[in-house]
């Protein structure tokens, strides 16, 4: 047989798909595990997709996205993100994963290395194994709330990395990089000259801090912003978001979108439409909602002694769960045993922290997308787990 390509068969299962199949459609389970909103995409949005299907003939359309959408981006941009781009400078994806791909694909050759965090989202691995580039890291830091070492980082930059990867508000730590993160890493980029990819599907989910774009304070065109619909509006499984290109690059950016999905299907389109357009106190309601969930479950760990930070974006809390059980710094600890565990004895799945990265193998991931009462037992249930984890193995 031909060989494959064998940068795909290197990769390793993600431990979040066992964590997945162990749990995957149980009602018996207490859901801490994905970063999925437990809300309903609200009412006016799917009504938007349904009028479209039963008026619309559902072709072919523009690979980029439907021209009315574009502009709604365009608009939805400079309200939330600061800056103005024109509608061209916008393409529209498949979810933010298909915006990330996208851009991966149009700016990077093959050799090409890629600057991410550590720890991060554990989509980016195959789609950096797919696109065919290297990987190198920079750590965020435990002791500041998630946050980048910004000397670690540019230290790490040599003469192949093209692309710095940012993520903020971030996913697993939670953390909203300040105004002035946010402008060292711009000035670290100019200086090395590198692309600037910055994720923000988690953009208007902040709740005591103020969420900046790098775009904003990009003189020299080398940001490209990824959003999504996802999270904000409690759309995961309609598959749509976009990233705003400099104008230099949204035409391949096009290209190479349409390349792997030709179009996004009309009615899904007309729902994001639906979804910027009509009355926004759905999101502001779903962010007040995460916002009590993220207070419940903090507060649960700081009753025991055991909150580190506290996360000022997304729907994720790090918890250090070897800590919890009582291992000192230099113990080994098995955090995917640990979540395996816990699932078979107490009926309770979360992340564990091995799935983001090095730097999060002594902590496990709770998301608080999931109903108040879900997440207290689910974290008390935890934490009492915890507490006998040295004697139970
Ligand atoms: N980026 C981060 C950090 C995420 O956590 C996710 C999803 O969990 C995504 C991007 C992609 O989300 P979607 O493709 O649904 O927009």
């Known amino acids: 047989m031909p060989r494959s390509n064998p940068a795909l068969a290197a990769q390793q299962p993600n431990p979040m798909f066992r964590i997945g ?28 997709a349904i009028a479209s299907i039963t008026s619309e003939r559902q072709g072919y359309g523009p690979g980029n996205g439907i021209a009315e959408l574009r502009a709604a981006v365009a608009a939805r941009v400079q309200r939330v993100n600061g800056f103005a781009p024109t509608a061209e400078q916008v393409v529209m994806t498949e979810g933010g994963t298909g915006g990330l791909m996208g851009s991966l694909l149009t700016l990077c050759a093959p050799g090409d290395i890629v600057l991410t965090p550590d720890p991060g989202w554990p989509g980016y691995d195959a789609m950096l194994a797919v696109a065919g580039v290297e990987r190198a890291y920079y750590p965020l830091l435990s002791e500041r709330g998630w946050l980048p070492d910004l000397a670690a980082l540019e230290a790490a930059i040599t003469p192949q990395t093209r692309v710095l990867l940012i993520n903020s508000p971030s996913n697993p730590g939670g953390a909203v990089y300040p105004a002035e993160t946010i402008a060292a890493l711009m000035e670290i980029a100019a200086r090395h000259d590198l692309w600037l990819l910055s994720d923000e599907c988690y953009d208007e989910l902040v709740f005591d801090a103020r969420h900046i774009s790098p775009a ?24 749509i978001g976009w990233v705003v290109a400099p104008p230099a690059i949204a035409p391949a950016l096009g290209l190479t979108t349409a390349a792997q999905i030709n179009n996004l299907p009309l009615f899904v389109q007309r729902a994001a439409l639906a979804a910027l357009e009509g009355p926004q106190e759905c999101v502001a309601e779903m962010r007040a909602s995460y916002r009590a969930r993220r207070d419940l479950a903090t507060g649960l760990l700081s009753e025991r002694g055991l909150l580190e930070y506290t996360p000022a974006g997304a729907f994720y809390l790090l918890v250090p769960v070897a800590r919890a059980a009582g291992y000192g710094a230099d113990e080994p600890f098995d955090t995917l045993a640990f979540a395996e565990a816990l699932i078979a004895e107490r009926g309770i799945a979360l992340a564990p922290g091995m799935a983001f990265g090095s730097r999060t193998a002594r902590y496990v991931r709770v998301s608080l997308a999931s109903a108040p009462d879900v997440l207290r037992a689910g974290i008390s249930g935890l934490l009492d787990f915890a507490t006998g984890w040295r004697t139970h193995q």
């Open 21 to 48: 199949a162990l749990v995957y459609g149980r009602d018996d389970i207490l859901h801490l595990e994905f970063g999925e909103p437990d809300f309903p995409t609200p009412a006016h949005i799917s009504a938007a």
């Open 216 to 239: 904003a304070l990009d003189p020299d065109g080398r940001v490209l912003t990824v959003g999504s619909f996802s999270k904000t509006y409690a759309m995961t499984g309609w598959r």
